[in-house]
Nanobody, 120 residues
Framework: QVQLVESGGGLVQAGGSLRLSCAAS????????MGWYRQAPGKQRELVAA???????SYADSVKGRFTISRDNAKNTVYLQMNSLKPEDTAVYYC??????????????WGQGTQVTVSS
C-alpha cells in the first residue's frame, strides 16, 4: 500500500525558511500531480502549491514569490521551499499526490500532515 511520509516542519521566526519534503513509499504506477495544502485552526484546508505532470506549477496568491514547489520523479518526492515566512503561514501542511491507475481513473493520496509554526 502506498503511503506518503512528510518531514521538515517545525518552529521558525518570521522571515525565516523551512523546507518540507513528502516521499511516497510503495509501488506507484503513475503520479499526475503533486501538491501542498495547509489548514490553520478554525479554517478550511487550502491549496498552497501544485506541481502538474507537465512541469507547470501554480501557487496561492498569498505565497507567490515566497514558496517554491519542486518534485523529484525518480524519488517520488515533492518539496516545498518556504522563504520569508510570516505568522499567517502557521498551519498544518499536507502533501497530496494525484495517482493514476493503469486501469483508468485517478485517486488522491494524503500525507499525515506536518506542523509549521511561525513566530512573530
Amino acid at each position: 500500500q502506498v503511503q506518503l511520509v512528510e518531514s521538515g516542519g517545525g518552529l521558525v521566526q518570521a522571515g525565516g525558511s523551512l523546507r518540507l519534503s513528502c516521499a511516497a513509499s510503495g509501488s506507484i504506477f503513475s503520479i499526475n500531480a503533486m501538491g501542498w495544502y495547509r489548514q490553520a485552526p478554525g479554517k478550511q484546508r487550502e491549496l498552497v502549491a501544485a506541481h502538474l505532470g507537465g512541469g507547470s506549477a501554480s501557487y496561492a496568491d498569498s505565497v507567490k514569490g515566497r514558496f517554491t514547489i519542486s518534485r523529484d520523479n525518480a524519488k517520488n518526492t515533492v518539496y516545498l521551499q518556504m522563504n520569508s515566512l510570516k505568522p499567517e503561514d502557521t498551519a498544518v501542511y499536507y502533501c497530496n499526490f494525484r495517482l493514476l491507475s493503469p486501469f483508468g481513473g485517478a485517486s488522491d493520496l494524503w500525507g499525515q500532515g506536518t506542523q509549521v509554526t511561525v513566530s512573530s
